[in-house]
């Protein structure tokens, strides 16, 4: 039972998905952080049939919807870190404290234009990418994501503050960012031949390095990988492998 209460309250917080309010614990939620995959794979299954549903639609049409249903089943948390980020990032290289930008309530240019760099990429690629692909793509980015936010989170700093940083990156041992690694690889190869009949493996490891790149980088600029960072990383992981699929 402590198994299935860790993972329904990792689901509380990762999705929009109603789960009893016992179980809606971040304490328990971070204890189960490396099996943040599987929460990817139960958030993309709702896309992966509507997508397969509505395959007939414009292809630019089905684009949308894969977007929107992403940011949405996500309850928007993971695209606010990207912003938050993205903003932190780029505003530092002029000499900013990319610290007290993490933390300030308001959007900025940086922020804003992020956003709508992502939004375009992730667009262009998901309308090139074969119509009878989409669902299934979509599907194995949903669990790339999770995957990436752990590895990001498992390279990264231990915040200096109690954040929800702090609290999922201390229940991360070495162990627990190998036992998830070897679930993303798992299901990513399931459903990758169940699916698909093949096994694209430079996707693959083109989104676990970018998680690996984005760890490097707040390392840097912040010190630390906090929550929003890990946000990012799924983020930039997703788009990363949504983009290797119209590139390679």
């Given at each position: ?138 599907l194995l980015g949903e669990v790339i994501h999770g995957g990436s ?95 290797s699929w119209v590139s390679i």
């Amino acid at each position: 039972m402590g198994f299935l209460r860790d993972l329904l309250s990792l689901v509380s917080f990762l999705t929009i998905y109603p789960v009893p309010s016992r179980y809606r614990s971040l304490y328990d939620a971070a204890s189960a952080f490396y099996l943040s995959p599987m929460v990817g794979f139960l958030r993309g299954v709702p896309g992966f049939i509507i997508l397969t549903i509505a395959g007939s639609l414009p292809h630019q049409f089905l684009a949308g919807i894969a977007i929107a249903l992403h940011i949405i089943i996500q309850g928007f948390l993971h695209i606010d870190g990207f912003i938050d980020f993205s903003e932190a990032l780029l505003a530092s290289r002029f000499g900013r404290d990319a610290r007290a930008i993490m933390k300030d309530r308001y959007r900025g240019s940086y922020g804003i234009a992020s956003m709508g760099l992502y939004i375009v990429l992730l667009y262009s690629s998901l309308s090139s990418i074969d119509p009878k692909l989409l669902p299934a793509v979509y599907l194995l980015g949903e669990v790339i994501h999770g995957g990436s936010m752990v590895i990001c989170m498992g390279l990264g700093r231990v915040e200096p503050y109690e954040g929800l940083g702090s609290i999922f990156k201390r229940s991360l041992s070495r162990g627990r960012v190998a036992i998830s690694i070897v679930v993303l690889v798992a299901l990513y190869s399931l459903m990758s031949l169940l699916l698909l009949g093949s096994l694209p493996l430079y996707q693959l490891v083109l989104a676990i390095l970018a998680s690996v790149f984005s760890a490097v980088i707040a390392n840097r600029v912040l010190g630390y990988v906090s929550g929003d960072v890990a946000g990012f990383s799924g983020e930039v992981s997703y788009v990363v492998f949504m983009i290797s699929w119209v590139s390679i």
